[in-house]
């Protein structure tokens, strides 16, 4: 099977992964000049972690990332609402763990010997012929594909040029994010201060912490503007790493939905399938899962029926990745609640909520067949 990848990402390095592991031979291409650059944190959850196990990079992943044992929520007044004890929640499968995305990268790249990339690549024109798809790359080479996998991410170009129909909707967050030193919240502890159109978030890796800010309001300009200063947060600890950060990146958050994801011998895989916006820090491991259930569908399949395994996949992976959509939109919603009214019974919700029903929900949730 002569398979392209679009976007050595999350989910393209993971399709190659299991691809590799049962011989074939992927051509994996990307826009980006080398995989140096750290990105932010990604949280991987027990659905995530499965799919690590299966292809053999769990030990690997142990030694770059850190566990997250609680997690704990404050008020606008750095009160603590609640502490959600990880560890007793996810007992049975295991806790959600976080490293620096250029880890998680390296550790998916080394899957079953390596995974060349060919970097500084790009589709400039992909043509259906037949059952085989004509591609020709940014340097005038041509050559013809059985299946050409888009995972180039939120803003797929793959998308584009297969015409699938997209629905992109700006969520009005605008997100910083930086790396601060270790020290900055206690060593398992993911801190979260949900303000008044204002979060603040600190995850902890294994040697430094991924500090976010994310405010919600109408900006009308590109993401240039530093950070706003709001009285509000002044005395956070979190936020006063800012200053010394060597490096901050603006985001505007978007969501991205796609209908359908094939079209002939094209489909797409990951965030270019759905951007999700990242309120349940899920996209990684559902990328991770997509990817798995793509290989699991190939695997049955011979060339000619390669649109049959196509079809298989996105009825097992559509219900999931739009009912995990919908939840990161709510719980931002959720998270961002102006009327103080309802931030009253937001907050005694998360204080006073049975924990038997969270790890009921958690359980549920981590233990989804994929
Ligand atoms: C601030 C923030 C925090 C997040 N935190 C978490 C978290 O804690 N946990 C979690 O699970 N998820 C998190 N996410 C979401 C997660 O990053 C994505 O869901 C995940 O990266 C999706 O993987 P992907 O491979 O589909 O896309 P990406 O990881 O974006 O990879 C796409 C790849 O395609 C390449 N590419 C782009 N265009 C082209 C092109 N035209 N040709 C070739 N290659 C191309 C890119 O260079 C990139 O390497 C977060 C997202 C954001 C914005």
Redesign the pocket.
Known sequence: MRILI???????LTLAARLRQRGLRPTV????SSYGHAG?????WPTGSRVLHGLGLWNSFIHTSAPLQRYVVHDRDGKVLRTFDLDRLGKRDGLPRAAP?AELLAILESANGGTPVDLET??AMMRQIGSTVRVRFDDGRERDFDLVVG?????S?TRQQAELHTAEHRFGWR?W?WWARRGVTPPGELHETWGLRQIVSAYPTQDRVAC?VAISRSFNDTGTEPWPPNDESRDSLILRTLREADRVEC?DLVEVTVPQWIRGRIVL????AAG?V?TT?????L?MESAAVLDDELVRVDTAHIDIALTRFARRRMPRVDAEQHRARVVGDVMMLESPIARHFRDLGLRYFPTPVICRELDRWNNIPM
């Open positions: 679009v976007g050595g990402g999350i989910a393209g291409i990307d826009t980006i932010s944190a990604i949280t991987v995305r790009e589709v995972a180039d991410g939120i803003r170009r997100i994010c976010f985001i895989l990951g965030d270019a999700l990242p820090g899920i996209g990684a491991s990328a």
